[in-house]
């Protein structure tokens, strides 16, 4: 009799688990809620380092489904500056450790999507400047997704076994968020993983699908300042002047050939100068030009070779132009603001995509191509030999309808990342977002 009881009660405890065992379930009984969550953060964003209110609603959501959460993780090159990065670790016995990481920060946009959520927040930067803030990267839907994925693995605790540590980190457009967690102990104060998910939505890719690179999928990102110095003087007596504004159109492209000249063109590089500034009136030489570049590469010694050569030539041709040597060009590599190059661990990156063909349909998973663009989640795969393995895939986020439209001749392109038109369509982003993270995890983490 006691025997048919202790049956009677496995079976309906196993029924129960059987009812839960579904990644997608969960994602669509959590989806109205998630999309609540999701409304509030996009109509309240932050820019980089002010996260406090978005910081503040991930560390109760990952309280209440029961994470071990510390809060204010982060340290900043800025002596004192308070960072708002979130911990929240998830306990399931032995086993190996995973993080699962969100970026939580948004961007001086002024939104114009019309969505009634929309954001109208107006705050201050860095600066003081009053600046209109937006949730343009869809780094709100990250947060939502995440908190989706934390109430899953909390309820599919018969699945797996380890550690999840949940990071919700800061400054991800700055590219200073995560080395700030790192440097504030991440690996050494909470459990260091044996792997690290990352994701992004994607503006360029449809709804339900999930895209992922193997190897490089985002680059080295490098700020650079050159100031090519001069003797000023009259715009006709160019004789008794050395002409910086000349000086500075041959260094840009000489700049040029580092790429076709330089290195092998199997490694991509992009030396882009985006600001120039010199002058103030057609009859005048100036002693000075300001220039400031976007250096992107991929591999560390490419990126070095790079750096160098854009002080070279920018040397090079100020001495073939007869500029005496106190009046060399200045070039300053702002090494504070270096995102480096997201490295998806090949292994990793095949084992999760078979994974992600069962849980959301083969045809929703595809290999997208890398691109020149940058994201500081490969801090954490331990920089320079990504000890560890580490995934950053991406969200499709798009309205197919709108991606077709956006192919016609003559249409107007679809908003990228950073415009102020993008949006995500919220419910299927978030529910393909939390489908993929916890089948990805359960897979690593399995019993
Ligand atoms: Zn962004
Ligand atoms: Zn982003």
Redesign the pocket.
């Known amino acids: 009799m006691k025997l048919r009881v202790l049956v009677l009660i496995s079976t309906a405890v196993s029924l129960t688990s059987v009812a839960q065992q579904d990644p997608q379930q969960l994602a669509d009984a959590e989806l109205p809620s998630l999309l609540t969550v999701y409304k509030d953060i996009h109509a309240h964003p932050e820019l980089s380092t002010q996260e406090q209110r978005t910081a503040a609603l991930l560390a109760k959501e990952l309280r209440a489904v029961g994470c071990d959460v510390t809060e204010n993780v982060g340290k900043y090159e800025t002596a004192n500056q308070k960072c708002y990065g979130v911990v929240g670790v998830m306990k399931n016995g032995d086993g190996p450790v995973v993080l699962v990481r969100t970026d939580l920060d948004a ?1 001086p946009v002024q939104e114009e999507t019309g969505l009634p959520y929309a954001s109208k927040v107006v705050t201050k930067n860095e600066k003081g400047d009053d600046v209109p803030v937006m949730h ?2 869809g ?1 709100d839907a990250h947060v939502s997704i995440l908190i989706g994925v934390a109430r899953s693995l909390a309820k599919l605790k018969d699945q797996w076994r380890g550690t999840i540590v949940f990071v919700g980190q800061p400054a ?2 700055l590219g200073t968020g995560a080395r700030a967690m790192l440097r504030d102990g991440l690996y050494t104060r909470w459990p260091k993983p044996n792997f690290a998910l990352g994701f992004h939505d994607k503006a360029d890719l449809e709804i339900n699908h999930i895209g992922v690179t193997e190897g490089y999928t985002s680059a080295n990102v490098d700020s650079v300042d050159v100031t090519v110095h001069g003797i000023g003087g009259h715009g006709a007596y160019v004789h008794r002047t050395k002409d910086p504004i000349v000086l500075a159109a041959e260094i840009i492209n000489q700049w040029q050939t580092i790429a076709s000249r330089e290195t092998n063109p199997l490694d991509p590089i992009v030396v882009t100068v985006g600001s120039i500034h010199g002058g103030t009136k057609h009859n005048v030489i100036p002693n000075e030009v300001k220039m400031q570049l976007t250096v992107r590469t991929y591999k560390a010694d490419v990126r070095e070779h790079v750096l160098a050569a854009i002080e070279r030539i920018a040397k090079g041709c100020a001495t073939a132009a007869g500029l005496p040597p106190d009046k060399m060009p200045t070039v300053t590599v702002a090494r504070d603001q270096f995102a480096p190059a997201m490295y998806n661990n090949p292994d990793l990156t095949k084992r999760l995509f078979a994974v992600w063909k069962k849980a959301l349909g083969g045809q929703n998973v595809e290999m997208v191509d890398p691109t020149m663009g940058g994201e500081d989640f490969s801090e954490y795969s331990l920089l320079p030999e990504h000890s560890i393995p580490a995934v950053n895939f991406h969200v499709g986020a798009v309205d197919p309808a709108k991606m077709a439209e956006s192919k016609k001749p003559g249409a107007s392109p679809l908003p990228t ?2 415009s102020s038109k993008f949006a995500p369509v919220p419910e299927p982003t978030i529910r393909t977002g939390v489908v993929a993270m916890t089948a990805a995890v359960l897979d690593l983490m399995k019993k």
């Open positions: 961007l343009a990267c780094h991800e457009e990342l950073h």
